[in-house]
DNA sequence: GTCTATAGGTAGATAGAC
DNA sequence: GTCTATCTACCTATAGAC
């Protein structure tokens, strides 16, 4: 009755419950084992795709990266850059949007970048490189807007970061998108 | 050459250590065994202390709520509210300097915070309840300055936790106070 | 109060059958 | 490609000696 998979929809569907698991539990905290079970199969069966546990992580890293690049591209168009205040906040608004939209997600980056702090951590590299990247595409967007684009992308980083989480906390029944317009509006002059 | 402790200090320091290693680590990801032998001592004779690894975390959380106890205190002092915005500003920013004293506590909170979103750990119900009342703090002592204290202590506070994992990030060579500053004043009006 | 010893379970990873 | 079986290592927790 088990619906036959190719390797890559198998691949497919093992990261996409990993991201679940790993933003539950953290990287330390899940195991292999719970993992293949969610998934129908063993701890071999799963190891057999991806070699190892910081092989997977990886992996899961990768996957979303190359599934956002598209939509990071047309959300941060280098070419046709964001021109007045109101153009800025609905750049924002779009990337809060789009994350309200996937809150399995938005966990596994808040549990990931806890944890990455630890510089032995194997995603401790991939935190350091995306979040600076992060920082200047902020910044870049803020430019016509500020005189200290650097200083402000980080409040608006931190205040979406610490907005999300709180969003998680509640069950995702406070009104998001409500609140980061209200502090969009105060942060960006 | 081993100094001799008494039962009380003893055990202080295994709550001070596992302050360190639950903040790399988070609960599920860090080992008694491990904490035991940073303390110098075996498993067995840490869970003479404790009981169960359940019990040590409640013990910490228990423990740092107790020390801080006087400076919350201090810093919200409910007969004596602040009264103009300069006042408000100062205990805020009091607050965010006594967490820039104390950087593991701000990446044990940062941790469990994240690792408590699942209903089942043990951190969960401390999390619930202590991040309701410091929304509750922080909108009595907006409520002089806005009209909806609720929703401004909320993006405060995001704020706050959001430029606090930077500054983690950072190994906090980043000017976490006056990033704060810059925020608190563009947020509150 | 801390130790050794150990029980009983689970971890990540590998080998080889099908 | 997934399985069973297994290795080695580690885990939490308890029992009992000192």
Known sequence: M????????????????????????????????DLAMRC???DAGLL????????LLLAVLDHRDAQDEHAIAALFPR???????GEVLRVFAAVVARNAERPEL????????????????PAHAYFVTRDRLARRRFAEILGP???SP???ARQVI???DGLELQWLQEDRDFDLMASWNETADRLIA
Do not use: C, Q, W
């Open 106 to 121: 938005v966990r596994l980056y808040a549990m990931l970048r806890v944890e990455a702090l630890a510089p032995d951590h």
């Open 40 to 42: 129908a199969m063993t």
């Open 79 to 85: 070419d046709a850059p964001a021109r007045d205040r």
């Open 2 to 33: 088990r619906t036959r998979m190719n390797r890559e929809d198998r691949r497919a569907a093992i990261l996409d419950t990993a991201i679940a698991v790993i933003g539950e539990r953290g990287f330390h905290g899940f195991s292999i084992r």
């Open 158 to 160: 931190a205040a979406m």
């Open 145 to 147: 807007l500020s005189d």
């Open 150 to 152: 650097d200083r402000l």
């Open 48 to 55: 057999h795709h991806f070699g190892s546990k910081t092989d």
